[in-house]
Protein backbone atom coordinates (compact mmCIF):
# COMPACT_ATOMS: atom_id res chain seq x y z
CA UNK A 1 0.00 0.00 0.00
CA UNK A 2 2.67 2.72 1.06
CA UNK A 3 4.49 2.12 -2.14
CA UNK A 4 2.22 5.13 -3.20
CA UNK A 5 4.21 7.47 -0.76
CA UNK A 6 8.22 6.86 -2.02
CA UNK A 7 8.97 10.16 -1.65
CA UNK A 8 8.65 13.52 0.90
CA UNK A 9 6.73 15.08 -2.39
CA UNK A 10 4.68 12.92 -3.42
CA UNK A 11 3.28 12.05 0.28
CA UNK A 12 2.77 15.83 0.91
CA UNK A 13 1.18 15.69 -2.84
CA UNK A 14 -1.44 12.95 -1.63
CA UNK A 15 -2.01 14.75 1.87
CA UNK A 16 -2.72 17.54 0.17
CA UNK A 17 -5.42 16.24 -2.45
CA UNK A 18 -6.77 14.28 0.36
CA UNK A 19 -7.49 17.01 2.87
CA UNK A 20 -9.20 18.55 0.04
CA UNK A 21 -12.35 17.72 1.03
CA UNK A 22 -12.49 19.18 4.28
CA UNK A 23 -11.58 22.75 2.96
CA UNK A 24 -14.44 22.78 0.82
CA UNK A 25 -17.09 21.80 3.00
CA UNK A 26 -18.35 25.71 2.50
CA UNK A 27 -19.30 24.39 -0.99
CA UNK A 28 -20.17 21.38 -0.69
CA UNK A 29 -23.33 22.96 1.96
CA UNK A 30 -24.03 25.56 -1.38
CA UNK A 31 -23.89 22.48 -3.36
CA UNK A 32 -26.81 20.41 -1.61
CA UNK A 33 -28.81 23.53 -0.47
CA UNK A 34 -29.39 24.73 -4.50
CA UNK A 35 -29.34 21.39 -6.38
CA UNK A 36 -31.30 18.58 -4.61
CA UNK A 37 -30.26 15.34 -5.97
CA UNK A 38 -33.01 12.77 -6.29
CA UNK A 39 -35.65 15.55 -4.73
CA UNK A 40 -33.10 15.17 -1.04
CA UNK A 41 -30.89 18.10 0.02
CA UNK A 42 -28.92 15.96 2.40
CA UNK A 43 -30.01 12.28 2.74
CA UNK A 44 -29.32 11.21 -1.26
CA UNK A 45 -25.57 13.03 -0.85
CA UNK A 46 -25.01 11.36 2.46
CA UNK A 47 -25.72 8.18 0.82
CA UNK A 48 -23.97 8.14 -2.53
CA UNK A 49 -20.99 10.04 -1.58
CA UNK A 50 -20.78 6.89 1.62
CA UNK A 51 -21.32 4.38 -1.31
CA UNK A 52 -18.21 6.01 -2.96
CA UNK A 53 -16.25 6.54 0.11
CA UNK A 54 -16.82 2.80 0.97
CA UNK A 55 -16.28 1.83 -2.37
CA UNK A 56 -12.82 3.86 -1.76
CA UNK A 57 -11.86 1.89 1.68
CA UNK A 58 -12.58 -1.11 -0.19
CA UNK A 59 -9.84 -0.70 -3.24
CA UNK A 60 -7.47 0.48 -0.53
CA UNK A 61 -7.94 -2.79 1.90
CA UNK A 62 -7.53 -4.55 -1.59
CA UNK A 63 -5.35 -3.57 -4.04
CA UNK A 64 -1.68 -3.28 -3.78
CA UNK A 65 -1.83 0.64 -4.52
CA UNK A 66 1.64 1.79 -6.44
CA UNK A 67 1.02 5.22 -7.94
CA UNK A 68 0.51 8.62 -5.59
CA UNK A 69 -2.10 9.74 -8.29
CA UNK A 70 -4.36 6.62 -7.57
CA UNK A 71 -3.87 7.05 -3.32
CA UNK A 72 -4.39 10.58 -3.46
CA UNK A 73 -7.93 9.96 -5.07
CA UNK A 74 -9.11 7.29 -3.35
CA UNK A 75 -7.53 9.25 -0.03
CA UNK A 76 -9.95 12.00 -1.98
CA UNK A 77 -12.73 10.25 -2.20
CA UNK A 78 -13.00 8.61 1.27
CA UNK A 79 -12.37 12.13 2.90
CA UNK A 80 -15.30 13.12 0.85
CA UNK A 81 -17.51 10.80 1.85
CA UNK A 82 -16.58 11.75 5.99
CA UNK A 83 -16.52 15.56 5.18
CA UNK A 84 -19.99 15.77 3.58
CA UNK A 85 -21.56 13.22 6.00
CA UNK A 86 -20.33 15.29 8.73
CA UNK A 87 -21.14 18.82 7.21
CA UNK A 88 -24.67 17.91 6.45
CA UNK A 89 -25.56 15.66 9.74
CA UNK A 90 -23.99 19.20 11.80
CA UNK A 91 -26.47 20.83 9.70
CA UNK A 92 -29.25 19.08 10.73
CA UNK A 93 -29.10 19.13 14.03
CA UNK A 94 -27.92 22.70 14.16
CA UNK A 95 -31.56 22.55 12.67
CA UNK A 96 -32.60 21.12 15.50
CA UNK A 97 -30.71 22.94 18.14
CA UNK A 98 -32.97 25.75 16.58
CA UNK A 99 -36.04 24.23 17.21
CA UNK A 100 -35.50 23.65 20.58
CA UNK A 101 -32.74 25.76 22.13
CA UNK A 102 -32.69 24.53 25.32
CA UNK A 103 -31.02 21.44 24.08
CA UNK A 104 -28.33 22.52 22.10
CA UNK A 105 -25.71 22.10 24.77
CA UNK A 106 -26.13 18.54 25.73
CA UNK A 107 -26.40 18.17 21.83
CA UNK A 108 -23.21 19.35 21.01
CA UNK A 109 -21.47 17.09 24.20
CA UNK A 110 -23.39 14.44 22.87
CA UNK A 111 -21.76 14.51 19.38
CA UNK A 112 -18.44 15.55 20.75
CA UNK A 113 -17.90 13.03 23.52
CA UNK A 114 -18.99 10.12 20.64
CA UNK A 115 -16.24 11.64 18.48
CA UNK A 116 -13.86 11.47 21.24
CA UNK A 117 -14.86 8.45 21.88
CA UNK A 118 -14.38 7.09 18.26
CA UNK A 119 -11.12 9.19 17.96
CA UNK A 120 -9.51 6.86 21.57
CA UNK A 121 -11.04 3.81 19.84
CA UNK A 122 -9.04 4.20 16.58
CA UNK A 123 -6.03 5.09 18.19
CA UNK A 124 -6.07 1.94 20.24
CA UNK A 125 -7.05 -0.16 17.47
CA UNK A 126 -4.66 1.86 14.33
CA UNK A 127 -1.04 1.40 16.29
CA UNK A 128 -1.04 -1.80 17.21
CA UNK A 129 -2.31 -3.32 13.96
CA UNK A 130 -0.08 -1.07 12.02
CA UNK A 131 2.80 -2.23 14.15
CA UNK A 132 1.88 -5.80 14.10
CA UNK A 133 0.81 -6.39 10.66
CA UNK A 134 -0.23 -5.02 7.33
CA UNK A 135 -0.95 -1.56 7.84
CA UNK A 136 -3.57 -2.00 4.63
CA UNK A 137 -5.88 -4.31 7.41
CA UNK A 138 -6.53 -0.93 8.93
CA UNK A 139 -8.80 -0.05 5.43
CA UNK A 140 -10.59 -3.22 6.06
CA UNK A 141 -11.69 -2.21 9.46
CA UNK A 142 -12.65 1.06 7.79
CA UNK A 143 -15.46 -0.42 5.28
CA UNK A 144 -18.05 -1.26 7.74
CA UNK A 145 -17.53 2.43 9.26
CA UNK A 146 -18.04 3.89 6.06
CA UNK A 147 -20.89 2.24 5.21
CA UNK A 148 -22.31 2.07 8.38
CA UNK A 149 -24.06 5.97 7.74
CA UNK A 150 -25.91 4.44 5.09
CA UNK A 151 -29.02 1.98 6.35
CA UNK A 152 -30.27 4.54 9.10
CA UNK A 153 -29.68 7.36 6.32
CA UNK A 154 -31.85 5.37 3.43
CA UNK A 155 -34.38 4.72 6.34
CA UNK A 156 -35.07 8.24 6.44
CA UNK A 157 -33.40 8.45 10.34
CA UNK A 158 -31.86 12.34 9.14
CA UNK A 159 -35.65 13.30 8.68
CA UNK A 160 -34.50 15.17 5.22
CA UNK A 161 -37.51 16.66 3.72
CA UNK A 162 -38.42 16.15 0.14
CA UNK A 163 -36.74 19.10 -1.69
CA UNK A 164 -40.13 20.87 -3.01
CA UNK A 165 -42.09 20.06 0.35
CA UNK A 166 -39.07 22.42 2.14
CA UNK A 167 -39.80 25.13 -0.53
CA UNK A 168 -43.20 24.99 0.18
CA UNK A 169 -42.43 25.32 3.46
CA UNK A 170 -39.89 28.33 2.78
CA UNK A 171 -42.82 30.14 0.85
CA UNK A 172 -45.50 29.35 3.44
CA UNK A 173 -43.16 31.33 6.15
CA UNK A 174 -42.46 33.68 4.11
CA UNK A 175 -46.49 34.50 3.22
CA UNK A 176 -47.01 34.07 7.25
CA UNK A 177 -44.13 36.61 8.36
CA UNK A 178 -45.36 39.67 5.40
CA UNK A 179 -48.58 39.21 7.16
Known amino acids: MFAACTDGASCQTVAAIS ?29 LLSIL ?10 LPIRSPIT ?16 LLCEGKYASLMQAKPHTGSSMVSLV ?13 IVGPVADNFDPQIIFWLCIPLAASIILPT ?13 KLRRRSAEWTGAC
Not at 32 to 37: G, I, K, M, N, Q
Not at 53 to 62: H, I, M, N, P, Q
Not at 71 to 86: E, P, S, V, W
Not at 154 to 166: C, I, K, N, P, V
Open 154 to 166: SLGFLQDETASHR
Open 112 to 124: WGCFQLGSLFAAL
Open 71 to 86: AAALFFLANFQIATAD
Open 53 to 62: GTFAFFLLAS
Open 19 to 47: STPWAIKGAIGVISDAFPLFGYHKSSYII
